[in-house]
């Protein structure tokens, strides 16, 4: 068997050369190939004369000529594949077709990706930054009743291993309930923190998750979450830019509610609805100030900082609370505090 090998990620590269030397396979320079291993640089250079040197064209085109001969070539581009490869072909003597098809596309996706970047390299560095593309692999789905909901990738390679995918809705739903230019961040599911200014991701180093309700185009060391832009998972909104959950008469009253409510009050929403915790958060006029999360009692409440919006995910019962913030949000409250509060109040479901 003849096998080409050019990789920039090395990693299971061992699975190969162990193969080659196990089975006597041969390994080649020209075609014909059998077997094609092949992948790309995650990062490109940052000068035009290193880009364009970097650029390599044998190992372009053997994937390619493996994807379009998919079913004499094997191509191979992620390391995560070598090993059910060589067990296909030490076990059953060939791949089967699905799986031939199924890593052919994921090869024609990472030449994609990579010259994709290297387009988008290439103005940056010209100054001609006319063209905006990307390549998105979508990597969780949920259908319902009058919405799909999706997330995507343009880095898959990045992602894996990292996606929380049953907290995916539950990041986007966030996502959809933040106001523009708002971010939220989580620590293991939980939220811990929610500003209207974009700026302080970059004060706040708690937390493994990132959402930011806009062109997201920073550098973070957490999971990003984003409407679009740099993120390692992008939102794509339906036509209406909305989630649409139970019945379209719910959507709508909810989203007028939504509407009423000013935007560090919908940060606060968007923070509490989502805790697994019972949870209370109090906010100045742009950010979180206060943070306190419980499991069976309600801690005292005679310490919280004085701030424009409370919100708790559980009663309230204290009516003194009232004079301290301008709005009060809870998911029910004793009679005096109904009576204290007044219009401040705010009673939701969480």
């Known amino acids: 068997m003849r096998i080409f ?8 590269i061992e699975l190969i050369e162990k193969w080659l ?36 064209m044998k190992a372009a085109s053997a994937l390619m000529d493996a994807i379009i001969n998919h079913e ?25 077709v699905s799986e031939r098809r199924r890593l052919a596309l994921k090869a024609m996706f990472h030449i994609l990706s990579h010259f994709s970047k290297m387009h988008q390299r290439m103005g940056e560095l010209f100054g001609m930054s006319y063209f905006e593309h990307r390549i998105l692999q979508v990597v969780e789905s949920e259908y319902g009743n009058g919405y799909i909901l999706e997330a995507l990738t343009d880095r898959p390679e ?49 937390g493994d998750v990132l959402i930011y309700s806009g062109q997201w185009q920073g550098k973070d060391h957490r999971f990003v979450v984003a409407s679009s832009g740099r993120a390692d998972v992008i939102y794509t909104p339906s036509e209406e830019d909305e989630i649409i959950y139970g019945t379209s008469r719910f959507s709508q009253r909810a989203s007028r509610e939504m509407r009423l409510l000013s935007e560090v009050e919908r940060l606060a929403v968007a923070l509490v609805a989502v805790s697994p915790l019972r949870s209370l958060f109090v906010f100045d006029d742009v950010r979180t100030i206060q943070r306190k999360f419980w499991i069976t009692e309600q801690p005292y ?35 005096e505090v109904k009576r204290s509060c007044g219009g401040k109040l705010l009673l939701r479901r969480f």
Not at 302 to 310: A, P
């Open 301 to 335: 409440l005679g310490e919280l900082k004085d701030g424009e919006v409370l919100a708790i995910s559980s009663e309230l019962f204290n009516p003194e609370i009232c004079e301290k913030y301008k709005r009060i949000i809870a998911t029910n409250a004793s009679r």
């Open 72 to 96: 004499d070539i094997l191509p191979l581009c992620d390391p995560e594949d070598y090993e059910d490869a060589i067990d296909y072909f030490d076990k059953a003597g060939d791949v089967p």
């Open 158 to 206: 990045r992602t894996r291993g990292k996606l929380l995918y049953p907290m995916l809705p539950i990041y986007l739903s966030v996502l959809n309930a933040l106001p523009d230019g708002a971010i939220a961040i989580f620590s293991k599911g939980i939220p811990i923190y929610a500003s209207l200014d974009v700026n302080d991701a970059e004060n706040v180093k708690e």
């Open 21 to 56: 030397e196990e089975d006597g396979h041969e390994k080649v320079e020209d075609p014909p190939y059998d077997v094609v291993v092949v992948n790309f640089p995650a990062e490109l250079p940052i000068s035009i004369a290193r880009l364009f040197s970097s650029v390599n």
């Open 5 to 12: 090998i050019d990789v920039a990620d090395r990693r299971n």
